[in-house]
Nanobody, 123 residues
């Protein structure tokens, strides 16, 4: 049974940083991509970043490039999202998701989801 468990969310002042973790278990993820989506108050869920498990290739949403970094620890089957210079508009529920392959890493293609972790940025 596949399980994705997020952690690391919290309350942070604008300009601060947080590092989210997604613990993946229940299958061989070597041919999968694991990534993050977020959903802010009154907004639709949006793609943030993804990483291909086997070769570490990454994709980050344009608005977050330079601030957010996605990485993985293969030995521990953990995926991290390091977020720097956080702003109030980054306030959202952050979800970990997984799908086979990196291509078309969009919400309705991801078959596995975590429960999410809340990130709140105050000014």
């Amino acid at each position: 049974q596949v399980e994705l468990v997020e952690s690391g969310g919290g309350l942070v002042q604008a300009g601060g940083s947080l590092k989210l973790s997604c613990a993946a278990s229940g299958r061989d993820f070597s041919n999968y991509a694991v990534g993050w989506f977020r959903q802010g108050p009154g907004k639709e869920r949006e793609f943030v970043a993804a990483i291909k498990w086997d070769n570490g290739a990454t994709a980050v949403a344009d608005p977050e490039k330079g601030r957010f970094t996605i990485s993985r620890d293969g030995a521990k089957t953990l995926v991290y999202l390091e977020m720097n210079n956080l702003q109030p508009e980054d306030t959202a529920f952050y979800f970990c998701a997984a799908k086979p392959g990196m291509f078309n890493f969009v919400e309705d293609r991801c078959g596995f989801w975590g429960q999410g972790t809340q990130v709140t940025v105050y000014s």
